[in-house]
T-cell receptor, first 111, second 116 residues
Framework: LAKTTQPISMDSYEGQEVNITCSHN???????ITWYQQFPSQGPRFIIQ???TKVTNEVASLFIPADRKSSTLSLPRVSLSDTAVYYC????????????FGQGTTLQVKP | GAVVSQHPSWVICKSGTSVKIECRSL??????MFWYRQFPKQSLMLMAT?????????EQGVEKDKFLINHASLTLSTLTVTSAHPEDSSFYIC????????????FGPGTRLTVL
């Protein structure tokens, strides 16, 4: 399973764009990149998933370079409620997809 | 869509007793469910992978006789913590992947277990 490396913590202010980069140098050909958000005492919540290039949904964008050895989660105009831990995971999908969580990035959004 | 529930959301029990936690996929069929444990200020740790109708696959270091997993249907998996001790106190989270879905795992809200 591909190991991921993320910054342990990040600070931001309300209204700013936040970019969290994740390194996954040994990503496999059939691996997808998935980001989750977790609030204290809650299960992780799916944010976005991609395989290559760029993916955008209503809450975030995911940028993946051609070599797929890293990815960047972009959160536009964060608010205080975006304060959470963000996990980058790499793995196969569906019922073959065992996910191994790294330490995640604790994002603190300040007023 | 893709909703996973857990029951109970929290439980307190005495040392030596057994506790059962249920994980249900509410709007899809889950051939595979996963069980995680999370201690305070730490990341999620995968305990086991549960496939419907077969025995669970446990991660290294997880005692299969202590953490009994049953995945009897495509919408329900249970985790039973047997002879619980205070060190088993943790946040237990399940996730589920759908049948033939080219998408990811969806997580339940978690169960807080406190063993006195």
């Amino acid at each position: 399973l591909a190991k991921t490396t993320q910054p342990i913590s990040m600070d931001s202010y309300e209204g700013q764009e936040v970019n969290i980069t994740c390194s996954h140098n040994n990503i496999a050909t059939n691996d997808y990149i998935t980001w989750y958000q977790q609030f204290p005492s809650q299960g992780p919540r799916f944010i976005i998933q991609g395989y290559k290039t760029k993916v955008t949904n209503e809450v975030a964008s995911l940028f993946i370079p051609a070599d797929r050895k890293s990815s960047t989660l972009s959160l536009p105009r964060v608010s205080l409620s975006d304060t959470a831990v963000y996990y980058c995971l790499v793995g196969a999908l569906g019922n073959t997809g065992k996910l191994i969580f790294g330490q995640g990035t604790t994002l603190q959004v300040k007023p | 869509g893709a909703v996973v529930s857990q029951h109970p959301s929290w439980v307190i029990c005495k040392s030596g007793t057994s506790v059962k936690i249920e994980c249900r996929s509410l709007d899809f069929q889950a051939t595979t469910m996963f069980w995680y444990r999370q201690f305070p200020k730490q990341s999620l740790m995968l305990m086991a992978t549960s496939n419907e109708g077969s025995k669970a696959t446990y991660e290294q270091g997880v005692e299969k006789d202590k953490f009994l997993i049953n995945h009897a249907s495509l919408t329900l998996s249970t985790l039973t913590v047997t002879s619980a001790h205070p060190e088993d106190s943790s946040f237990y989270i399940c996730s589920a992947s759908g049948v033939g879905e080219a998408d990811t795992q969806y997580f339940g809200p978690g169960t807080r277990l406190t063993v006195l």
